[in-house]
């Protein structure tokens, strides 16, 4: 059973960075496609980027994409979002995601992110 926690959240002013962490357990991540979702407040939850399983090619939204890098240690099953030049529509709460595209699909619980005007 794999298990994700989320870290790293905050409230940042416009144009602000902030790095996620996402430690993954019970996930071999060259099995997994790991991603970040995210879920603002009265909206359904939206894909923010992703490493793929079998290439490792990294996949963004576009509305992030020459903002946000996702990377991956998996000596320590961490994967990252580095957030930069962040604006108030990145506000949300982001959550981390596990995908073999099998029958194994995990979330964490979440971390806040609130950018202030």
């Known amino acids: 059973q794999g298990k994700l926690v989320e870290s790293g959240g905050g409230l940042v002013q416009t144009g602000g960075s902030l790095r996620l962490s996402c430690l993954a357990s019970?996930?071999?991540?060259?099995?997994?496609?790991m991603g970040w979702f995210r879920q603002a407040p009265g909206k359904e939850r939206e894909f923010v980027a992703a490493?793929?399983?079998?290439?490792?090619?990294?996949h963004y939204a576009g509305s992030v994409r020459g903002r946000f890098a996702i990377s991956a240690d998996t000596a320590k099953n961490t994967l990252y979002l580095q957030m930069n030049n962040l604006k108030p529509e990145d506000t949300a709460v982001y959550y981390c995601?596990?995908?073999?595209?099998?029958?194994?699909?995990?979330w964490g619980q979440g971390t806040q992110v609130t950018v202030s005007s």
């Open positions: 995601n596990a995908d073999d595209d099998a029958d194994s699909d995990y």
């Open positions: 019970g996930v071999t991540f060259r099995s997994f496609t």
């Open positions: 490493i793929s399983a079998n290439d490792g090619a990294s």
